[in-house]
């Protein structure tokens, strides 16, 4: 097994001693998109081998494939590489995929990766000690591909320090525990319209594979139901690269996009979908013209409230649905308001988990929640669930994040939708409100958590026994003090 952590390590350090890199952006994507032909390559390569009717044929160019240009170490370097690259392996990369049938599906997806990707390096013995490291992975091992998992997240880290703002990489533990708790199955269309680099999808193609599919034909259908918008380059490029990493081979579901410069109106019965599972940004506004293509009621240029409108349009009758959204969500007015009047009058809005405000730390420190909704129903009451951090730590941070284990005493508490939740009790953690009740806070939804001891609200009775007690306390040890200076002084 390699030390694909070490590897990672000499490559950037590699990539800092090129004039044509600047800063650690730059870095990433030039590292993202060789990462993504050597997987792309090793993938093919496996696709080959269980191939028996010779039938499988790759929409890259053979002299184009990674192991035609990049697997011999001592394969061409320099000047040579460096003209090839820009040269040969890009326009093609970009402009002339083929583009019909199987392989013209595996070659647009290709051609949507390379569309506003640029070859950054300017040496070509640096970029060829790039590519030798590289190849020191192999994505055909379980070991490496298990591995390059984490490093995959360090990337997400490090993009997200490269000052991408308004980018909050969604941590493994929440999209995990989302995705257990909407339960999505085979068969069901699973939608994500603000994807980044594919953390919710990848462990819904995860969870399903491990509860559902049984054959080639529920891998076919697996990979037809996973479908995702990014419209920014570089999250999409990870997002893809992910979904081909976790074995859905021509991610045609994945777009390079923006879920929000369709119409409203134009979204039909046609494109709903059972599942949404999301974390929208949120802080951010979105281009003059965007809100335009929504309602007057629902008219923003706040993209969370935007994706909000939307994905309650989206679902189909009994569709489920996990957004994370931020406070401000709950106790904003105007369109906020409108957006959490349709969700509690279109959908059962059955659950919220208060998440502590250091999980996306350190690159916020804005207090997040989830909210889980089904389509077609009244809500009638509304759980809430406080998640508080582990005991002894006072928040999260890189090297301490939050851990799925954490969530399971919620899991445990959770119980079953299809009976109402019958079996949830009131806890030091949960308490219950009814719709009617939100209805008349004016749909402010931002609840403190009425059963923390701490947070009780206690009357003056309760108060001014301990307050003279303490006084008396007070009195009691300044005599104490007095006598025992007095006695010092006497000696």
């Known amino acids: 097994m390699s030390n694909v952590s070490g590897i990672i390590k000499a490559i950037q350090d590699i990539m800092r001693k090129d004039a044509g890199v600047d800063g650690d952006a730059q870095r990433i994507s030039q590292l993202t998109w060789m990462f993504f032909l050597k997987i792309l390559d090793d993938r093919e390569e496996e696709l080959e081998i269980l191939d028996d009717d010779g039938m499988f044929k790759s929409p890259i160019p053979e002299h184009l494939r990674w192991r035609n240009w990049a697997a011999d170490s001592e394969g061409i370097t320099g000047e040579a590489l460096l003209d090839f690259v820009n040269a040969q392996l890009f326009p093609a990369l970009q402009d002339k995929m083929p583009i019909q049938g199987d392989v013209g599906r595996r070659g647009q997806v290709i051609r949507?990766?390379?569309?506003?990707?640029?070859?950054?390096?300017?040496?070509g013995q640096l970029m060829r000690q790039v590519v030798n490291k590289i190849n020191e992975?192999?994505?055909?091992?379980?070991?490496?591909?298990?591995?390059?998992?984490?490093?995959?997240?360090?990337?997400?880290r490090d993009l997200q320090s490269a000052g991408n703002a308004g980018e909050f990489y969604t941590p493994r533990a929440v999209t995990q525990f989302i995705v257990d708790r909407v339960n999505p199955r085979l068969g069901e269309k699973i939608f994500d319209p603000a994807c980044g680099t594919g953390g919710f999808l990848v462990n819904a193609i995860e969870h399903i594979r491990d509860n559902d599919v049984k054959s080639s034909g529920d891998e076919a259908k697996l990979a037809k139901s996973i479908s995702g918008v990014e419209k920014k380059p570089l999250p999409y490029m990870l997002c893809v690269t992910n979904a081909i990493l976790h074995g859905i081979d021509t991610p045609t579901g994945i777009r390079h996009d923006n879920t929000l410069k369709r119409p409203y109106k134009d979204y039909s019965d046609k494109d709903r979908v059972d599942?949404?599972?999301?974390?929208?940004?949120?802080?951010?506004?979105?281009?003059?013209?965007?809100?335009?293509?929504?309602?007057?009621?629902?008219?923003?240029r706040e993209t969370a409230d935007l994706f909000m409108a939307l994905i309650i349009r989206l679902l189909r009758k009994h569709g489920r649905a996990a957004v994370v959204l931020p406070d401000g969500f709950f106790f904003g007015e105007g369109v906020k308001t409108r957006l959490k009047e349709a969700l509690l009058t279109e959908c059962n809005l059955h659950?919220?988990?208060?998440?502590?405000?250091?999980?996306?730390?350190?690159?916020?420190?804005?207090?997040?929640?989830?909210?889980?909704?089904?389509?077609?129903?009244?809500?009638?009451?509304?759980?809430?669930?406080?998640?508080?951090?582990?005991?002894g730590v006072k928040a999260y941070n890189k090297t301490k994040p939050m851990k799925f284990e954490e969530m399971k005493p919620l899991i445990k508490w959770w119980g079953d939708e299809s009976d109402g939740f019958k079996d949830r009790k009131e806890t030091v953690h949960a308490w219950k409100v009814t719709a009617e009740d939100i209805e008349k806070r004016g749909y402010n939804l931002d609840l403190s958590n009425p059963n923390r001891v701490e947070a009780r609200k206690r009357t003056p009775d309760e108060i001014l026994p301990e307050y003279k007690q303490a006084r008396e306390n007070i009195v009691t040890i300044q005599a104490q003090l007095k006598s025992i200076l007095a006695e010092a002084l006497a000696t």
């Open 351 to 391: 659950t919220i988990v208060r998440l502590p405000n250091s999980v996306f730390a350190p690159y916020t420190s804005i207090k997040t929640n989830i909210l889980f909704f089904t389509k077609g129903e009244v809500t009638k009451d509304i759980w809430f669930y406080e998640h508080t951090l582990p005991k």
């Open 275 to 300: 599942v949404i599972i999301t974390n929208p940004p949120f802080g951010g506004m979105e281009e003059d013209g965007i809100e335009n293509n929504f309602p007057t009621t629902y008219r923003t």
């Open 137 to 156: 992975i192999d994505f055909n091992s379980s070991n490496d591909r298990h591995m390059f998992g984490d490093i995959y997240e360090q990337i997400l």
């Open 112 to 123: 949507d990766v390379f569309e506003d990707t640029f070859n950054y390096m300017k040496s």
